[in-house]
């Protein structure tokens, strides 16, 4: 069984850099930076955010690499450091959450003891029902085959009080 030239030569360049070699580490930066760059620009939103992503990335593979147990998964691996990078990044973006005691006169404590209207909580399972249904109307999916169709079986089920057209 022949092995890829290319395939031996990462195998080599992931033991080299695992060992601490510098000279490797540099190849595997020279070797990889555009792959990864092209990969990064895909998940992130705009240049600047790839550039911020891959010398993250960078950071973890020189830092990880001596975790790397098997140099024959040297490319996997590095993507793999990648998207994890540039979904952190992606998270960090995100704005917070607010959270509810920023506003003290819609406090959960306002519900304890009082009644809470359903008609309203009706109406509102009433209109999406039916925009459930209009979004995802029965029947078999296109190509699905047998016993498949487009809304799970017991997928959203609503109790019988709330599909009452008026109130109780």
Known sequence: MSRDKDAVVRELLAMRCRRGDRMALEELIRTWERPLLYFIRRLVHDEADAWDVLQKTWVKVLSGISSLDDPRSLAPWLYRVARNTAFSHARSLELPHESLTDYPDAS???????RVEFEDTEQVHRGLLSLFDALLPRGPVRG?????????????????????????
């Open 108 to 114: 959960a404590a306002d519900l304890v003891g009082g």
């Open 144 to 168: 699905g085959g047998r016993g498949h169709s487009r809304r799970p079986a017991g997928h959203c089920q609503v109790p019988p009080t709330l599909r009452q057209t008026g109130p109780a």
